[in-house]
């Protein structure tokens, strides 16, 4: 039988890795899919830059269309990256009636309601393995392995670079913006690192993984987001003291009202595993009502890992080249005409734990001015510590841990407790989850 032919858009860090990885292990990819699999074509923006693969035997070009539209190719591999080219050349993939694999998370997390429509009309097939958490097959465990599951919740590392930084910080006092630069240089970080520090790209990876987990159509634009940028190496330590991990988490639950979809700065208890995933490592907790708790956890970005990832889509879409379109797994788990319109809450009416820090000066009655506030508004404290005051200073760190409450009330309260002359400086809030 003829080689299953590629034609690869990109040719940066991932495209390169996926075609060394194609070609060190052709002979047991073959054995697996069942047909070879070679790149024919290939566009990168800059032909003659050194790359990291052997492009010998591969039609190259600058222009992505042309492997789009060249006859020979069977699947479109997309590692072009963003929401602009990168559309346009999907879409003008399927329309020509090829099978897309693609890595590209804001792409499918911004688009993929009209991309997985359009491409179910033609019977093709867009795989998307690579889009979240790396090389960690994800994607396949919840859409495949745990379809006999209502899935309550999940919870992720999803950003490698993001959680390098944090660890960084923590383990070795490192600078956010060097470690930054060094997440940059091994080719962990988007092209605009903000998309990562900001809490951007696990967004995006939430709002897939919740759509597959629920059965919800894609809606990035509701998701919560919040970076990790105002994370001080104070919090870090005081999180510590208190038995926590402090992990940026992108987490999506089902409630009776409607799903939470949010990404913040997150205290973990540090005995949860989750709490001890490092560097640019990621890590994905999925609690089924059937399975119970389970987790994934590997390598979240880098060449290779994410090839594999790619190279695995690559591979199911060969096995299912002569399949019957209409019994293919769905792109989001659930069959397109069940998809539920379960609510994504507003960040207000998600119920969370919080770990706060206020800057209060040390005399009688302050802490019952703030704990009166917190009763009145319903929300029960877990725990307090109070600090030292530095050198030359008369106000102390108040760290308090309270327990479970809409988001609204804390709001309210935190409002009021911001008024109380005792009370200087903006009270910082960082929410909290036991993952238990
Ligand atoms: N910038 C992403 C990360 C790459 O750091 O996780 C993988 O999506």
Redesign the pocket.
């Known amino acids: 039988m003829n080689p299953v032919k590629i034609g690869l858009l990109g040719l940066g860090t991932v495209g390169g890795g996926t075609v060394n990885v194609l070609k060190r292990n052709a002979e047991e990819i073959s054995r697996r899919a069942g047909r070879a699999i070679e790149v024919s074509h290939a566009s990168a923006r800059e032909l003659n830059k050194p790359r990291i693969c052997d492009t010998t035997g591969i039609t190259l070009t600058s222009n992505p269309a042309e492997v789009v539209d060249a006859p020979e190719v069977d699947v479109v591999v997309e590692l072009i990256g963003g929401d602009g080219l990168a559309y346009e050349m999907v879409m003008k993939a399927i329309n020509n009636g090829k099978h897309v694999v693609t890595a590209n998370?804001a792409l499918i997390a911004k688009h993929g309601n009209e991309i997985f429509a359009a491409a179910q009309k033609k019977g093709v097939m867009v795989a998307f393995e690579a889009a979240v958490a790396?090389g960690i097959p994800i994607i396949k465990a919840i859409r495949e392995g745990l379809s006999a599951n209502r899935i309550e919740w999940l919870a992720g590392i999803i950003?490698?670079?993001?959680n390098f930084i944090l660890t960084e910080m923590r383990d070795k006092g490192r600078d956010f913006a060097d470690v930054l630069a060094e997440?940059q240089a091994l080719g962990?970080?988007?092209a605009d690192p903000t998309f990562?520090v900001e809490g951007i790209?696990a967004a995006h990876k939430l709002t897939i993984l919740a759509s597959i987990a629920f059965g919800i159509p894609l809606q990035f634009d509701k998701a919560y987001t919040e970076g990790i940028t105002r994370i001080t190496r104070e919090d870090v330590t005081y999180a510590e003291e208190l038995g926590y991990r402090i992990k940026h988490l992108g987490v999506a639950r089902r409630t009776n009202g409607g799903i939470e979809l949010r990404v913040h700065p997150t205290l973990i208890p540090e005995r949860r595993l989750i709490a001890n995933v490092n560097g640019?490592m990621?890590a994905v907790l999925v609690k089924g009502d059937a399975v119970g708790p389970t987790l994934y956890y590997g390598a979240?970005?880098g060449a290779e890992a994410?090839a594999s990832a790619v190279v695995a889509d690559i591979v199911d879409v060969v096995r299912a080249l002569t399949s019957d379109p209409e019994n293919r797994v769905p792109h989001l788990a659930f069959q397109p005409d069940q998809l539920s319109d379960l609510p994504i809450l507003p960040v207000d009416e998600i119920v969370t734990a919080y770990y706060l820090r206020l800057q209060v000066e040390d005399r009688p009655g302050v802490l019952a001015d703030i704990t009166r506030i917190f009763g009145e508004a319903g929300i029960s404290i877990e725990a307090v510590l109070q600090k030292e005051p530095a050198e030359g200073e008369t106000s102390v760190p108040l760290i308090m841990l309270t327990q479970r409450v809409k988001e609204q009330s804390m709001n309210q309260a935190l409002a009021a407790i911001a008024k109380l002359d005792a009370v200087t400086g903006e009270p910082v809030r960082i929410r909290m989850e036991s993952l238990g």
């Not at 950003?159 to 993001?162: A, L, P, R």
């Open positions: 998370k790396g950003n490698g670079t993001g997440a962990y970080a988007e990562d790209d640019v990621n979240g970005a994410t």
